[in-house]
């Protein structure tokens, strides 16, 4: 049932006995990760860099006297700092790993496919670091000095799999939005781009309109504030399926350069 | 007994109001060395794009190993088109393409990629970026030839490419294709460096075939005269001429078409000098001033 197969083989052997080919699926997530660095090391680095940050943060405020429960620790961004580096990575997966794979012989379909569920991968990957390390923070009462990273935002009083379930919808929801809006412009350029933001424009104007004309803007606070953080991370991981979704249907006809 | 690998009828590609590829008809077939040659700009890449998929034609059909290619695993399989301008990944080096090139070509050859790395002196943990451009050609040359694809493109191989490296490539090459038969298509300006290597030349400009046509039947398919004026002027009187030059009383003239032995023996009498032209004159007479109707002349390198 593979498609996979050493030696050359008569297409036709191969051809229609599965749609789905895992080979040239997986190889598409071999190709993103050969070079580390890009899905697992400059996140690390990132990562690393901010808690380092904190660390200093924490010791200055330790110096100085101010009790542990006034720090604002809580209010620190800082956990969500590799966010930005992975829209990157999203749009370069599109900009330059897909024509560099299209050169190599992928389909677009097969391409998708793989840079998708590079995107799972790497997300469960984010999610798993990012929900122990919270534990290990609060274990150790802030790295011993008080100093909060992880257990800030909304990973306050939440459990382990509330963490490491909103992690991973908001990862593919970054990664899946920077390649999605790529393949925009690999197949439409910049006519393509201005049209798609003219569209968003468009929308966000039309539901503050309907929102505020309706005077809904409460309901809404209070709709979201009655599905909890986790309902809240399922709409966020139901948009990062659209744009999976729209990505595959645009990236079809997508042509490089 | 030929088997045909590709097959175009009125392909047409237009980006916007430009046609970049004006209907075109060809075929390819098994385990032959194509040049697709023309001037910068006149459409190669295009139809190197049209052929391995990753473009989309507005026309006319298209067929590679009996399928349209764009999206058809089975046919891309069998091909290797490493672009001039390819785009590689954030921060490769030509160890991580090295690396994933087996992934994709099911003949690749390890050992043949270690060898040319080794010829072309390729700095294998460089990036990408800050590769030199003769660099960026080895690049292209060594996956062409280690992936040994059954349909393999080179875009420009020769680009920036010392005299030592255009060697080793057209060695390399011949060496590799007498042992692995397969189909080549080689796309340049550059036509006298690859006029030896190539079996068969595809000339196209402004996106429409000018020459498709045995390499061998074009070598000896125009003759240049030479001697004085007069004598050169009665000789060609009323045979198509391509292109003439004079200086003083001396001319010459670019004659398209094949000469007999009576037209030699009658050049001698007049006392004229005979030569063949060279696939890049050639070239440049058919896309050049005459059809192109354009002042300047090309002055291929």
């Known amino acids: ?257 | 007994m030929t088997t045909t690998v590709a097959r175009a009828r009125g392909l047409v590609k237009r980006y916007g109001s430009f046609t970049a590829i004006d209907g075109i008809d060809l075929t390819l077939e098994e385990g032959r060395i194509y040049g697709l040659l023309g001037r910068n700009g006149a459409g190669k890449t295009t139809i190197m794009q049209l052929l391995t998929g990753q473009i989309f034609p507005n026309g006319g059909e298209l067929e590679v190993f009996g399928r349209a290619p764009a999206e058809h695993a089975e046919v891309l399989r069998r091909l290797c088109f490493i672009a001039e301008a390819q785009r590689y990944p954030e921060d490769f080096t030509p160890a991580h393409v090295l690396t994933s090139a087996p992934w994709f070509f099911e003949h690749w050859d390890a050992a043949f990629a270690e060898r040319l790395v080794a010829d072309f002196r390729l700095p294998l943990k460089r990036r990408i970026k800050k590769l030199s451009r003769g660099q960026l050609s080895a690049v292209g040359v060594i996956v062409g030839l280690a992936s040994r694809a059954p349909l393999t493109f080179f875009d420009e191989p020769y680009l920036g490419l010392d005299a030592v490296a255009r060697q080793i490539f057209y060695d390399r090459l011949l060496e590799d294709y007498a042992e692995h038969p397969r189909t080549i298509v080689l796309s340049t300006h550059l036509i006298d460096e690859v006029a030896n290597l190539l079996e068969h030349v595809i000339l196209i400009d402004r996106g429409r075939i000018l020459l498709d046509s045995d390499a061998d039947d074009v070598r000896g398919s125009a003759t240049t005269v030479a001697g004085p004026s007069t004598a050169v002027e009665r000789f060609v009187a009323d045979r198509p001429v391509i292109g003439r030059e004079a200086i003083g009383g001396l001319a010459s003239a670019t004659i398209d078409g094949r000469l007999d032995r009576a037209d030699r023996l009658r050049a001698a009498e007049l006392g004229l000098e005979l030569a063949p032209v060279s696939l890049q004159q050639l070239i440049v007479h058919l896309t050049g001033t005459e059809l192109a109707g354009a002042p300047e002349k090309e002055v291929a390198a």
Do not use: C
């Open chain 1, 1 to 257: 049932m593979t498609a996979t197969a050493t030696g050359p083989v008569r297409a036709a052997t191969t051809e229609g006995a599965s749609r789905l080919r895992p080979n040239e699926i997986w190889r598409i997530v071999r190709l993103h990760a050969v070079n580390p660095s890009i899905f697992f090391g400059v996140p690390a680095m990132v990562l690393g860099g901010a808690w380092a940050i904190t660390m200093v943060i924490a010791l200055i405020l330790l110096g100085s006297g101010v009790p542990m429960e006034n720090t604002g620790f809580r209010y620190s961004w800082a956990v969500l700092s590799p966010q930005w580096y992975l829209i990157v990575v999203g749009v370069q997966a599109v900009s330059y790993t897909f024509p560099f794979a299209l050169g190599f012989g992928a389909t677009r379909r097969d391409y998708w496919l793989g840079t998708g569920l590079m995107f799972v991968l790497a997300s469960v990957l984010y999610a798993l670091a990012i929900a122990t390390l919270l534990l290990i923070e609060r274990a150790t009462g802030g790295w011993g000095i008080g100093a909060g990273m992880f257990d800030a935002l909304w990973y306050v009083g939440g459990d382990w799999a509330t963490a490491f379930y909103s992690t991973f919808a908001l990862q593919l929801l970054v990664l899946f939005i920077g390649a999605g809006v790529t393949t925009v412009f690999m197949r439409w350029r910049m006519k393509g781009m201005l049209t798609l933001a003219a569209g968003a424009m468009a929308l966000i104007l039309g539901v503050i309109a309907l929102l505020t004309f309706t005077e809904s803007w409460e309901p809404l606070g209070d709709w979201l504030g009655s599905i909890g953080v986790v309902g809240v991370f399922s709409l966020l991981l139901l948009t990062a399926l659209a744009w999976a979704g729209a990505g595959f249907l645009v990236i079809r006809r997508a042509t490089p350069r």
